[in-house]
């Protein structure tokens, strides 16, 4: 069974940082690239950030510069680290495979930046 369990989010302050984890399990993690995405309130999911199982990585334009992707190939985990967070990052943030499009989701995590 495929599962996605993503850990981290809270309530921050604008201008700081949170780092979000996805443990993934059910099937071959190396095989596939995987991201973060994230679904605001009122708006559709986005993908914000990809990582291949080499470790190249590519982010919206909206988090370039501010947020990093990383995974760790024998944990089978995927991180995502946070920084100069602002209001426009709140969501629940969600990872998963992208080219495995019937698998299921997790619950995600939320992250609400507010003073």
């Known amino acids: 069974q495929v599962q996605f369990v993503e850990s981290g989010g809270g309530l921050v302050q604008p201008g700081g940082s949170l780092r979000l984890s996805c443990s993934v399990s059910?099937?071959?993690?190396?095989?596939?690239?995987m991201g973060w995405y994230r679904q605001a309130p009122g708006r559709q999911r986005e993908l914000v950030a990809t990582?291949?199982?080499?470790?190249?990585?590519d982010y919206a334009d909206s988090v370039k510069g501010r947020f990093t992707i990383s995974r760790d190939n024998d944990a089978n985990t995927v991180d995502l680290q946070m920084d100069s967070l602002n209001p426009e990052d709140t969501a629940v943030y969600y990872c998963?495979?992208?080219?495995?499009?019937?698998?299921?989701w997790g619950q995600g995590t939320q992250v609400i930046v507010s003073s």
């Open positions: 998963h495979a992208p080219d495995r499009t019937n698998d299921d």
């Open positions: 059910g099937f071959i993690f190396i095989f596939y690239k």
């Open positions: 990582v291949t199982y080499s470790g190249k990585t």
